[in-house]
């Protein structure tokens, strides 16, 4: 796996926290925003998580920076044309490093 050091931007898509008539959140997104500073990373075929359910394949990881606010939960996130879906709810964790909350992301199969 290889990660940058120097962060990249990435689009994010937050989930509209809509729920639907039986309460099951809606898959429709608030409008875009860029988080810069982040350090994306591919998985390497040998590291990914099949065992993940719904089908679905980790296939990056995202460290978000300290100062990102959103809430990630299903969020839709696109860097490089890719556009991968946040796997998880990601929260902050006590680090010293700028980079606190650890995403891993991939694609439904």
Do not use: I, Q
Not at 3 to 11: C, Q
Not at 23 to 32: A, I
Not at 79 to 96: L, N
Request: aromatic share 8%; with cysteine.
């Amino acid at each position: 796996m290889t990660r940058m050091m120097n962060g990249v931007t990435v689009t994010v898509e937050t989930l509209k926290g809509e729920t639907g008539r039986l309460g099951d959140r809606l898959k429709t997104y608030n409008e875009p925003v860029e988080v810069s500073g982040v350090l994306w990373a591919r998985v390497n075929d040998a590291d990914r998580d099949y065992t993940r359910p719904d089908g679905f394949v980790v296939t990056v990881t995202a460290d978000f920076p300290r100062d990102c606010t959103l809430d990630l939960e299903g969020a839709r996130l696109t860097y490089g044309g890719d556009t991968v879906y946040v796997d998880g709810k990601p929260a902050h964790v006590p680090s010293p490093l700028k980079w606190d909350m650890p995403t891993r992301a991939g694609v439904y199969v």
